[in-house]
């Protein structure tokens, strides 16, 4: 069986510098993997060098003109920019030449176009989206991660919904744990909205485990962690802010003198071992989740590594048939 | 001159066993102090043991029956527990006995507790928490930390003046840049009540300098972020766990085998470097600010060195007149 992935080429801050050798170094690690690059083919071109032809095999260069710019708003987007990268990579999926598409472009217009073009699930209020955090133990999804602010309460259990169907396929954990992200874990803690959304999940049929505070993500206590898309990013870029100043001083202090040199030395192989175990490349690629089919969001600023991560995501959501099973359980519930 | 602080001696999740030991190393380190130790005057004595007598002249005991509970809810408290250490405490502080109240209980029942006894600043819909953190460079004050949820565009407002007057104070800068945290730095990222706080501080006075994302907490890109208690509560909490979790992986990377062992003595000076620097402990005592007098927030599992930090606070900002300068800046603001 072969998976054909739509790369929007030019998506993310180093555009196809990056998203070019990601691909090739994919294609090299999937054998059944292959690859609609789609942006402009000169710049796509210029990156693929002399690539050697069992791989070009695998791989077309598929051109569209236009560019979704990083921080363009994304009714504008939609509107004016039918033959971008972005837009052109989600119509392949939706025509069945792909079956899904990776993006590290604007995350606010690959949301808009992507519900614009492929449709929300029957049933499902707004996409989410979801990714994947290490931990203590494991790791831990969580969602939403910043697509959705003023997230109601219906939306927050729909997020539930489709994030443990999704941790239950990707992880094979057949009843995975849930918690309601909240500044405590007491039932008199946090917002309307909150305590709202943890009696209908208390209700429910998920093996929901009550409200978490942020601290959970890395802890690993539950599988996956509901919340809204401010409250996920805030977790996220506190975190990112945090990992940066803790390298940052590291730097200095091992730099300081020759002894301190010599101990960063003798520290290394120690070093190395935890930052390829927090490594957030490896973490690379969260999912738009409630969309009839899977599109993969990178990190703006991921590196080749990272984006052939997020290619990997989408491989994998596409063999285990997330969106499918998504839409199987959903119906089953409505049913219900 | 001297300063008498009113500690809860039964507040936090060790009570005395920290709060005692914490108040005699701050009575050795400030000459000024005078200390208040509220509380079950049986738990207290067992945990002064031999006080040199230079300190204890420094020292009382004042005796309270009942103790408020970490996970009991604030109206509760309020209510029931008219002589319990916290409310106790803070009842000196409005009789004038003390000039400041450092507790490391409940936080919602001494927030409730505070703004019934000393009362809220005229003009301010509700108090807030703020804090410092460590950043890359220097450290960022940050607020609210968790008392107020949907906070609306007018707090959010009030709590960038009174934290930017604080930081005034305590930081000795002029004009202190304040950002408010979103999820992005464009104007069009958001939910309706943070655009409309970004447009009332456009037109103000403040310092401020638009949006921004969480990781500025720990770059050090401002020196005060605005935002709502539950997304203060998150980045804080969020910290916590990683934190705590690349400790864990630093301790099972460095003792894999005698090899890793060896690098981890060698790296201890430099790691020993960084950790100090980022010591939560350091940072510890969160200031109630909106009230008429000092009231300092410890962490409630804050160690002896981390609530001995707490009182310095409450110490500094009483030196500092901090509740005084936010009164008279206000009703300047007012006035104008």
Redesign the interface.
């Known amino acids: 069986v072969t998976i054909t992935v739509a790369v929007d080429a030019m998506g993310g801050d180093r555009g196809p510098g990056v998203t070019v050798p990601a691909t090739l170094a994919a294609l090299e690690l999937e054998p059944e993997l292959n690859v609609l690059l789609v942006g402009r083919r000169d710049d796509i071109q210029l990156h693929l060098g002399q690539t050697a032809p069992d791989l070009r095999d695998r791989l077309r260069v598929h051109h569209a003109d236009e560019v979704v710019e990083m ?1 363009e ?1 994304p009714a504008h987007a939609l509107r004016n920019k039918k033959d971008s990268s972005m837009r052109v990579a989600i119509n392949l999926v939706k025509e069945g030449e792909a079956d899904a598409c990776v993006s590290a472009g604007n995350t606010g217009a690959l949301m808009a176009t992507a519900r614009f073009v492929l449709k929300t699930l029957p049933g499902i209020e707004r996409p989410a989206i979801v990714g994947a955090l ?3 133990r494991g790791h831990t999804h969580m969602l939403d991660l ?1 697509a959705n ?2 997230s109601t309460a219906h939306m927050l259990v729909q997020f539930a919904i489709m994030g443990s169907i999704l941790v239950k396929y990707v992880e094979g954990v057949e009843r995975p744990t849930v918690g309601l ?1 909240n ?1 405590g874990v ?1 039932d ?1 803690k ?3 909205t909150i305590k709202s959304a943890g009696e209908m999940l208390k209700r429910g049929q998920l093996n929901y485990v009550g409200f978490v ?7 690993g206590d539950v599988d996956l962690i509901v ?1 809204d ?3 996920g ?14 390298r ?3 730097r200095e ?2 730099t ?1 003198n020759w ?2 040199r ?3 030395l ?6 190395n ?2 930052r390829s ?2 490594d957030h490349r490896r973490y690379n690629g969260a999912t738009l989740v409630g969309l009839n089919k899977t599109v993969i969001k990178s990190h703006g600023g991921a590196d080749a590594f990272g984006f052939r991560h997020a290619i990997h995501t989408a491989v994998k959501e596409v063999n285990l048939g997330v969106p499918e099973h998504i839409r199987g359980e959903l119906a089953g519930l409505e049913a219900a």
Chains 1, 2 share one sequence.
């Open positions: 921080h708003h290490p931990a203590m910043g602010v003023d992200l500044i007491e008199i946090g917002n309307e505070e942020a601290d959970a993500i890395y802890l919340c898309g401010f409250d990013n805030v977790a996220i870029k506190a975190s990112e802010g945090l990992a940066q100043m803790i940052h001083l590291l202090e091992f300081r002894a301190r010599l101990g960063g003798a520290a290394m192989p120690a070093l071992g935890m175990r927090i």
